[in-house]
């Protein structure tokens, strides 16, 4: 390890080295071109996505408007991490710069941030449409989907900065060998000589706030949603209005679900190494689904693509 002594007589790593998703090399090429397939279909899928939403009229309405920025978050934060990951099947010893590791962890933090927060927007307002339908297109307006989308990422500059403040606290030494394949604040946590029980406090707080907030806002949301559909008297009704959740709801069961297994329970219950296999749910399952999950299971997205195939086709 490469360490340079500050006035303060602390240490500082110039790289590190990502130990990446497994040690066993006969599972390294399988596995390259597994994440690599994911890694295409996720970018194929999600800027799609935001193509069609972009080519088509009928679909800018604020359903569509959050989702094209979902499909952008998820593009975004794929892309920040599953290149590195990819290099990490292919080289012998998968380094990675102190700056690169930074930067790599502020747009992963703002990133998934920003993704908790647009998944409690469309959750806002699939319940505006459901239970106000008459007052749809005045609740959200075009000023009140912005601001909803300035708060989704001020959430995620928040929790971005709030956790690069925690890593700025820690000294590093000894050992620069990160037990993942990204830049994650628990095994940089592992790797401090000076970590306290203080820094696992502010990430519990912090991942709170980036995952507690959203999920009370979506289940607050979802259960008006509820209310209001066993309200209605015919069963074409109720079904329509639970196919209009449906995708949402699979997409926030997927990304919570495996976010909140991997931060919100202490490290002796869920070790690290199977935190990594948790943490390949949110960085390369979940932004690969979404786009199929809204396209495959939505009317509005089908019609609007076969519209643009046909005319690019004729």
């Given at each position: 390890m490469q360490v340079r002594m500050s006035a303060e007589n602390s240490s500082f790593v110039t790289e590190f080295v990502l130990s990446g998703l497994t040690d066993q090399p006969g599972l390294q090429m399988p596995l390259f071109l597994l994440f690599l397939g994911f890694y295409m279909v996720t970018v194929v899928g999600n800027l799609g996505l935001i193509a069609l939403i972009g080519l088509n009229s009928h679909l800018h309405i604020p359903m569509y408007f959050?989702?094209?920025?979902?499909s952008f978050i998820d593009c975004s934060y794929s892309t920040t991490l599953t290149p590195k990951m990819l290099m990490g099947f292919v080289l012998?010893?998968?380094?990675?710069?102190?700056?690169?590791?930074?930067?790599?962890?502020?747009?992963f933090c703002f990133f998934v941030f920003s993704e908790?927060?647009?998944?409690?927007?469309?959750?806002?307002?699939?319940?505006?449409?459901?239970?106000?339908?008459l007052l749809y297109k005045v609740i959200m307006s075009p000023q009140m989907c912005f601001f909803l989308l300035a708060g989704v990422y001020?959430?995620?500059?928040?929790?971005?900065?709030?956790?690069?403040?925690?890593?700025?606290?820690?000294?590093?030494?000894?050992?620069?060998?990160?037990?993942?394949?990204?830049?994650?604040?628990?095994?940089?946590?592992?790797?401090?000589?000076?970590s306290s029980?203080?820094?696992?406090?502010?990430?519990?707080?912090?991942?709170?706030?980036?995952?507690?907030?959203?999920?009370?806002?979506?289940?607050?949301?979802?259960?008006?949603?509820?209310?209001?559909?066993l309200h209605i008297s015919s069963s074409s009704g109720r079904s329509?209005?639970?196919?209009?959740?449906?995708?949402?709801?699979?997409?926030?069961?997927?990304?919570?679900?495996?976010?909140?297994?991997?931060?919100?329970?202490?490290?002796?219950i869920l070790p690290?190494?199977?935190?990594?296999?948790?943490?390949?749910?949110?960085?390369?399952?979940?932004?690969?689904?979404?786009?199929?999950?809204?396209?495959?299971?939505?009317k509005d997205v089908k019609i609007a693509l076969k519209k643009t195939l046909s005319r690019n086709v004729f």
């Open positions: 959050f989702l094209f920025n979902l012998k010893k998968n380094l990675i710069s102190y700056a690169g590791c930074i930067t790599q962890f502020f747009f908790s927060y647009i998944l409690s927007a469309m959750a806002y307002d699939r319940y505006v449409a459901i239970c106000k339908p001020g959430m995620g500059v928040f929790g971005a900065v709030a956790h690069m403040g925690n890593i700025m606290f820690i000294t590093f030494c000894e050992d620069n060998l990160i037990n993942h394949y990204m830049c994650d604040i628990i095994p940089l946590l592992e790797l401090s000589c000076n029980y203080i820094h696992l406090l502010v990430v519990f707080i912090v991942v709170t706030i980036g995952i507690g907030i959203p999920i009370v806002t979506i289940f607050i949301s979802y259960g008006f949603i509820l209310s209001n559909i329509k209005a639970f196919s209009t959740c449906s995708s949402h709801i699979i997409v926030v069961s997927l990304f919570f679900g495996s976010g909140a297994f991997m931060y919100l329970k202490p490290p002796s690290l190494d199977q935190g990594k296999v948790s943490s390949i749910f949110y960085t390369a399952v979940v932004p690969m689904f979404n786009p199929l999950i809204y396209s495959l299971r939505n």
